[in-house]
T-cell receptor, first 114, second 114 residues
Framework: ELKVEQNPLFLSMQEGKNYTIYCNYS?????LYWYRQDPGKSLESLFV?????AVKQEGRLMASLDTKARLSTLHITAAVHDLSATYFC??????????????FGKGTKLSVKP | ETGVTQSPTHLIKTRGQQVTLRCSSQ?????VSWYQQALGQGPQFIFQ???????GRGNFPPRFSGLQFPNYSSELNVNALELDDSALYLC?????????????FGPGTRLLVL
């Protein structure tokens, strides 16, 4: 059974600080996704990582993928209050007969304080 | 380009009742997936529809069923509702066949079972 574990589950940061969220998964996959969810809202796609060593950056967020270690990281640089949200990683999997879907971690709730 | 839409936004039902949730996929997308997100958890894959057929299923009982229509919109039906079915139900669409990997999520339907 494919499992996706994120840590930490809760993260309180001060503005201007850096931090990293970790996502480990248990079975081989070559697709790793990061989503953001604001309270009461749906999921917003941040990054799709499709190969070992992939690195993508958007603003203060940078995501990377190490398929050999089955590990992805989401690095936050110089955090600002607007980044407060819950961040999910998800791993692509292909059930029998399917074209593939997502297994999500439990999410990391990020709170950035002034 | 219209995004993924869902209806209704909120719904209250009682145990044993049946419910139908609706999803319109993003323009040009031929695949719809449904996810259940319990409070404080990551979304869990229910099933996927591609070209009007179920194309993969997660660990949900048969009382969770669905349909996809020729215009690629979709319905999720849940029979014999249980208290644990209370959750946010998300649908996501993408265009299989183009290699596009990102799934785009709708705003969700929040279901409360009393």
């Amino acid at each position: 059974e494919l499992k996706v574990e994120q840590n930490p589950l809760f993260l309180s940061m001060q503005e201007g600080k850096n931090y990293t969220i970790y996502c480990n998964y248990s079975t081989t996959s070559d697709r790793l996704y990061w989503y953001r969810q604001d309270p009461g809202k749906s999921l917003e796609s941040l990054f799709v990582l499709l190969s070992n060593g992939a690195v993508k950056q958007e603003g203060r967020l940078m995501a990377s993928l190490d398929t050999k270690a089955r590990l992805s990281t989401l690095h936050i640089t110089a955090a600002v209050h607007d980044l407060s949200a819950t961040y999910f990683c998800a791993v692509g999997f292909t059930p029998k007969g399917s074209q593939g879907n997502l297994i999500f971690g439990k999410g990391t709730k990020l709170s950035v304080k002034p | 380009e219209t995004g993924v839409t869902q209806s209704p936004t909120h719904l209250i039902k009682t145990r044993g009742q049946q419910v139908t949730l609706r999803c319109s996929s993003q323009s040009g997308h031929n695949t719809v997936s449904w996810y259940q997100q319990a409070l404080g958890q990551g979304p869990q894959f229910i099933f996927q529809y591609y070209r009007e057929e179920e194309n993969g299923r997660g660990n949900f009982p048969p009382r969770f069923s669905g349909l996809q229509f020729p215009n690629y919109s979709s319905e999720l039906n849940v029979n014999a509702l249980e208290l644990d079915d209370s959750a946010l139900y998300l649908c996501a669409s993408r265009d299989l066949g183009t290699g596009q990997e990102t799934q785009y999520f709708g705003p969700g339907t929040r279901l409360l079972v009393l």
